[in-house]
């Protein structure tokens, strides 16, 4: 019986593991795995989302896990387990907004498991927009009062109501006074304050009012809220 030297049986090992390097090859599971994993955030409401892979294969589902950044397990995302959307809501996962977080998504077919794809690491107080404020008007004479509601989290305080994305985030509201769809002041209040009270207007005239949410760290702004307009007396 031939007998191998120990660089003979050194070749063959480096051999065979090229051999099933190439068998192996991650291609297959890369064509199947999701695309363009990352994380939308909408006031704290952070979704995971991603794309079908290369490969487009019926029956196909996805599995999600998350981890805070440092933790070396994973958890899995319970209510993303063998599902067909393109999304997982990850809100509940990524309460913390001062964490950093990442998730990660694979695929199953018939044809096994995809490969995991990994998001980038995601920091809620920095990557999270905000919807403008909710405002309510009413006049007395020649003065507006506004009241002002921040928008809310998908989060639950102790009582079960949805907590205020101010008591997570600090921002403050600027408030767009217009006329004839002339735009006449702008006003700037602190997330602290509920209520503005502008004065000194022209009796018997329209205004129209428009809120927008700013983060003061980074300067980002929402949209504007639709008009509400009301007229003086």
């Known amino acids: ?4 030297t120990g660089r003979q049986s050194l070749e063959l090992f480096f051999a065979i593991i090229l051999l099933c390097w190439a068998d192996c090859s991650p291609s297959l ?3 199947l795995a999701p695309l363009e994993v990352k994380f939308h955030s909408l006031d704290f409401r ?29 958890t899995n995302s319970e209510h993303c387990q063998g599902i067909r959307l393109l999304e997982c809501d990850l809100s509940q996962a990524t309460s913390d907004p001062r964490e950093w977080y990442y998730a990660r998504v694979r695929s199953f077919s018939s044809e ?48 079960g109501s949805r907590i205020r994305v101010t008591k997570l985030q600090k921002l403050t509201f600027r408030i ?6 002339v735009e006449e002041e702008v006003y700037e209040t602190d997330s602290c304050s509920k209520e503005l009270v502008i004065e000194g207007l022209r009796p018997k005239t329209t205004y129209c009012l428009q809120a927008m949410s700013v983060t003061p760290r980074s300067g980002h702004k929402s949209l504007r809220s639709p008009s509400t307009c009301i007229s003086t007396h």
């Open 1 to 4: 019986m031939y007998a191998l």
């Open 29 to 31: 599971q890369d064509d």
């Open 46 to 74: 952070n979704v995971l989302h991603w794309k079908h892979p290369q490969k487009a294969v019926k029956n196909q589902t996805y599995f999600v896990q998350y981890k805070i950044y440092g933790d070396k397990e994973w």
């Open 112 to 159: 096994g498991f995809s490969s995991w794809v990994l998001s980038h690491r995601f920091y809620p107080q920095w990557e999270s927009s905000f919807s403008p404020p909710q405002i309510k008007v009413t006049v007395t004479g020649r003065i507006i009062s506004v009241q002002i509601r921040p928008p809310r989290t998908p989060l639950r305080g102790q009582k």
């Open 176 to 181: 767009y006074l217009m006329h004839n769809d």
